[in-house]
T-cell receptor, first 115, second 118 residues
Framework: NAGVTQTPKFRILKIGQSMTLQCAQD?????MYWYRQDPGMGLKLIYY???????DKGEVPNGYNVSRSTTEDFPLRLELAAPSQTSVYFC??????????????FGAGSRLTVL | AQKVTQAQTEISVVEKEDVTLDCVYE???????LFWYKQPPSGELVFLIR??????QNEISGRYSWNFQKSTSSFNFTITASQVVDSAVYFC???????????????FGQGTTLQVKP
């Protein structure tokens, strides 16, 4: 029972490069999220999805894109990486609405550095 | 607009001391959830508690207790007899209103770093 799995754990990018952060969950959760955590700033929502084929912007979506072709996977793509995207990225999914509404299970995080 | 404020950036205590982490929130909604998450040095986020806005009873779980006061929009977290393993960053969070359009998005506070020294 893996929960939420994120890859890679660490990555260094050069300015202007692109990459995809992978996120997969095996709990059959419909709702999934991408947050970024900057030092001393808490977590900010980038994008979220309420089900396969449905995505929407969060608070800080600029410079990112997502897709949700399956219930399990919710990749986050960075186009034209910038130093401002240096952060720790967390993927999360929400528990079943019957008992776990709004309770998020987080992945271990992906630390991205853009130089 | 919704907002969560954790005014204490860092707290340092000696083991066995009691410590309270403050959380103040702003919302115009009447139904919502409040949360606390723990982020130990290993970096993962661990769910601690979810509290419904209708339920203002205090909750105790072992050495942890939570005081929810809707009148002051506060949801404070107390650790009794702190231990070194309690050292972590603690986040308070607020949900959207509890209606059919709720998407599960959370608004997080800035976090409080707790250091428990032996």
């Amino acid at each position: 029972n893996a929960g939420v799995t994120q890859t890679p754990k660490f990555r260094i990018l050069k300015i202007g490069q692109s990459m995809t952060l992978q996120c997969a969950q095996d709990m059959n959760h419909n709702y999934m999220y991408w947050y970024r955590q900057d030092p001393g700033m808490g977590l900010k929502l980038i994008y979220y999805s309420v089900g396969a084929g449905i995505t929407d912007k969060g608070e800080v979506p600029n410079g990112y894109n997502v897709s949700r072709s399956t219930t399990e996977d919710f990749p986050l793509r960075l186009e034209l990486a910038a130093p401002s995207q240096t952060s720790v990225y967390f993927c999360a999914s929400e528990g079943q609405r019957s008992s776990g509404a709004n309770v998020l299970t987080f992945g271990a995080g992906s630390r991205l550095t853009v130089l | 607009a919704q907002k969560v404020t954790q005014a204490q950036t860092e707290i340092s205590v000696v083991e066995k001391e009691d410590v309270t982490l403050d959380c103040v929130y702003e919302t115009r909604d009447t139904t919502y959830y409040l949360f606390w998450y723990k982020q130990p040095p290993s970096g993962e986020l661990v769910f601690l508690i979810r509290r419904n806005s209708f339920d203002e009873q205090n909750e105790i779980s072992g050495r942890y207790s939570w005081n929810f006061q809707k009148s002051t929009s506060s949801f404070n977290f107390t650790i009794t007899a702190s231990q070194v393993v309690d050292s972590a960053v603690y986040f308070c969070a607020l949900s959207e209103p509890l209606m059919s359009s709720n998407t599960g998005k959370l608004i997080f506070g800035q976090g409080t770093t707790l250091q428990v020294k032996p």
